[in-house]
């Protein structure tokens, strides 16, 4: 067996209360890797198509890999796999945090989940060993109450755990799961398929730490990432957070505001990771192993709001979506929001975009005071922000709609409503524009689980690091602000890296070639010295194809092709104020980059569905059939 892995899968199928270890072995590991990759795999096999996201024939699965709870930056991540509440389609997460390295130490490469409990339950691993226990004294708790008690029950306080909150056992389809409280798998909803399981937790305490292939050599790849740390692009995000880009996007003209009606912000700075630094930070997080540092841990202690650091503190994507999406610059009002989606386990991004389209709605007048249960609930109005956040997470009056993620309420709301989505595949827009990174609008619309920020590189890097685009065969760097066909390449080829990133389970921010801590080059180093594979380049990049058609195959399945990959009308509206003023996105371009793109990706143009000449070039031969 490959060093790094622990060839040991656990089978939970909750419904009989019984489990099994299944031992794929090495070609297996060499195949599907770990993370999303493997994920799908299992998601493919055991979900049947059209299958009730919420209901019991829905898999899900975490996956790790081999290079999970190695000592080095950047591995200790984990991936979430099931079909998704939100959007109807794949449903994809990753978190970080201290928990996937202790999964990985518990003996275990992955859980798959299958069925649904009678009553709620946790599972508890412990070196090997894993047994289902009553959850029902947990059920309706926050997560830091969850993990307190059961630190004490287990009578270990170095358990680490994985749950589901309050929103997702109520079905919020934009739940997340939460690792160690405040590291959120967020985005698509795994919470609520968590939830619909009846599986409330997963705590793990681990001591067995998986062979390496060369010991040496991974030590000096995490010294020299160490070394590397203070002049390397990733170094301000250690020191600001990922907030401490909301200048630079907002100087861009590309930092939402007001439900996307603008690119700028003035009340931009309060939001910003310089003030966080300044006024409310109490101390960096980090995930183990880990140089960079960059989790933010936060407190507020006054009359109108209170934050306590146990719930970690906004990332840049959260100080936009409850902020300048909402006309907000209330910082410790986004602080509390943030701790609120932590407690109950919410999607940030989901929770704050779909907000900020109740508020657009309510300033045209689509929503009254009679439908928002007298909140007015206007763009920089804090208190009904936080309020709603609550709402939402209990399904309470409004926020029982709201719960439903914006495309699902604006369908209920009426035609108008819908004209002021930022979404796609009922997912809502993360925090960045398309408008001044252009491959983004492609990679927004194709993207199998809806509109996402972390699944491509950013339009700037093209520019910015030839060196190591070049590594990725990118030779001839492109402005941010075209589409053409070498912008769709780009787009392409690093969706391809970052799909490995999600199935090897690395960071983006530490692998990254616009951070600059690690290279590809890196990367394929420390595959080699903690699971003694030499990978090439160009296997890396297959092996993410390889995920990414394994994505659209589970799509298509669901009868999604060509016709769910758009942009909505909002894209199409002008932007007002700032560098981005008049901006708008042509949906005739995007035709014709996503005719570029299904070309280039060997898929059908007219469809958007791989062929099955791709998916036997992939090794994916078993995938065929499920084409129809």
């Not at 780009?490 to 090897?504: E, M, P």
């Not at 990706?601 to 129809?628: E, Q």
Request: hydrophobic share 40%; proline share 4%.
């Amino acid at each position: 067996m490959a060093y790094g892995y622990t060839d040991k899968i656990l089978h939970i199928y909750l419904s009989e209360g019984e489990m099994e270890i299944e031992r794929p072995g090495d070609a297996f590991y060499r195949k599907y890797v770990g993370g999303s990759a493997l994920g799908l795999y299992y998601l493919l096999q055991h979900t049947p198509p059209h299958a009730d996201p919420l209901g019991p024939e829905n898999t899900l699965i975490f996956a790790l890999s081999g290079l999970t709870g190695a000592p080095v930056s950047g591995q200790s991540r984990m991936t979430a796999v099931a079909k998704s509440p939100l959007t109807n389609a794949v449903g994809d997460s990753q978190c970080g945090g201290f928990f996937p390295a202790e999964l990985k130490w518990a003996g275990f490469d992955a859980l798959v989940f299958h069925g649904r409990a009678e009553d709620p339950v946790y599972l508890w691993i412990k070196d090997g060993e894993a047994e289902l226990r009553s959850a029902e004294g947990l059920w309706g708790k926050p997560t830091g109450d969850v993990e307190a008690v059961l630190r004490e029950e287990l009578g270990d306080p170095k358990v680490k755990t994985l749950q589901c909150g309050p929103a997702g056992e109520r079905g919020v389809r934009f739940a997340s799961v939460m690792a160690d409280v405040n590291r959120a798998m967020g985005r698509t909803g795994m919470g609520a398929v968590m939830g619909s399981k009846g599986l409330k937790a997963i705590a793990v305490r681990g001591t067995q730490k998986p062979q390496l292939k060369d010991k040496e050599a991974l030590v000096a790849l995490a010294r020299l990432g160490a070394k590397r740390y203070p002049t390397s692009g990733i170094y301000g995000t250690g020191e600001l957070g990922t907030a401490g880009v909301v200048e630079y996007q907002d100087m861009a003209g590309g930092l939402p505001t007001r439900n996307w009606s603008s690119g700028t912000f003035e009340g931009h700075m309060a939001l910003d990771g310089s003030t966080m630094a300044e006024t409310i930070l109490q101390e960096r997080d980090t995930c183990y192993g880990c140089v960079v540092r960059c989790k933010r841990v936060v407190k507020v202690d006054n009359e109108r709001w209170e934050v306590d650091p146990l719930y970690g503190g906004p990332e840049y994507e959260t100080a936009a979506a409850m902020g300048s999406y909402c006309g907000i610059d209330d910082l410790e009002a986004v602080s509390r929001a943030n701790q609120l989606c932590n407690m109950y386990g919410m999607d940030t991004i989901s929770c704050g975009a779909t907000i900020a389209w109740a508020m657009d709605c309510f300033q045209e007048g689509i929503l009254t005071e009679a439908d928002t249960n007298g909140l007015e609930l206007r763009f920089g109005n804090a208190e009904a922000m936080v309020e709603m956040v609550e709402k939402i997470a209990h399904r309470e009056g409004f926020g029982d709609l709201l719960a439903e993620g914006s495309a699902r309420a604006a369908k209920k709301v009426g035609e108008d409503a819908e004209d002021l989505l930022a979404a796609v595949k009922n997912q809502e827009y993360p925090a960045h524009m398309p408008h001044v990174k252009r491959s983004l609008a492609l990679i927004y619309a194709v993207n199998p689980f809806g509109a996402d920020h972390e699944s491509s590189e950013h339009d700037p890097t093209y520019e910015g690091y030839p060196e190591q685009m070049a590594k990725l065969g990118l030779t001839d760097p492109q402005p941010s602000d075209v589409l053409n066909e070498e912008k769709v390449r780009f787009a392409l080829v690093t969706q391809y890296l970052h799909s490995f990133h999600d199935s090897i389970n690395v960071c983006n921010f530490v692998f990254g070639p616009s951070w600059q801590l690690y290279d590809v080059d890196h990367l394929r180093e420390a595959v080699q010295a903690v699971i003694g594979w030499d990978l090439s380049v160009e296997e890396v990049l297959e092996i993410g194809e390889r995920r990414l058609n394994m994505q659209r195959v589970f799509n298509a399945r669901e009868g999604m092709g060509r016709e769910a990959d758009t942009l909505p009308k909002k894209m199409r509206k002008a932007l007002e104020g700032g560098k981005t003023d008049g901006m708008a996105l042509s949906p005739q371009a995007l035709e014709r980059a996503k005719d570029m793109y299904y070309d280039m990706a060997g898929w059908d143009v007219y469809s958007g569905i791989p062929t099955r000449g791709k998916l036997a070039s992939l090794g994916l031969d078993w995938a065929v059939d499920m084409l129809g």
